[in-house]
């Protein structure tokens, strides 16, 4: 069965240039219910701890660097089949490939500077989730 919560990060490049409001809007125009928000600015420990699973891959060092860049806002949200349902609204990864209205079509760059971040399974939402949130900072 399908989880009810997912995460998101909207990354430093979409909230340098004013996308916060936009990209929340399309969440809430989605029907994802957020459970949890903040703003917040990783320092390098805390990206290299929470993107660890990419260590060693050609990305990560870069993927660290583009995180620390600027603040960052971090979200649980809250649907049926919340995973797949964000996934859909985000689009792909590449920008290039994402379909029209998606908010990585909308609001990315390419695919190093992306827009958002979606978790990829119900597993890694509450691992992710429960990096930024204690369950007593959600709602």
């Known amino acids: 069965m399908a989880g009810q919560n997912t995460f998101t990060i909207i990354k430093p490049l979409a909230v ?14 989605a029907e994802f219910k957020i ?14 701890r929470f993107y660890e699973v990419h260590v060693g891959r050609p990305f990560y060092d870069d993927l660290v660097e583009f ?6 806002v971090v979200a649980v949200l809250e649907k049926e089949d919340a ?3 964000y996934r859909k609204l985000i ?14 079509k909308m ?3 390419s695919m190093q500077a992306n827009a958002v971040h ?6 890694n939402a509450e691992i992710e989730a ?9 709602f």
């Open 16 to 29: 340098t240039k004013g996308y916060i409001g936009p990209i929340l809007n399309k969440i809430s125009e």
């Open 35 to 48: 459970t949890a928000l903040k703003m917040l600015h990783l320092t390098r420990g805390e990206a290299q």
């Open 67 to 72: 995180m620390i860049s600027g603040p960052i």
């Open 83 to 85: 995973v797949e349902e």
């Open 91 to 104: 689009g792909s990864t590449d920008p290039e490939k994402a379909e029209e209205g998606t908010i990585r």
């Open 107 to 109: 609001y990315a760059e």
């Open 118 to 123: 979606g978790s990829d399974s119900d597993e």
């Open 130 to 138: 429960a990096f930024f949130f204690p369950s007593s900072d959600r």
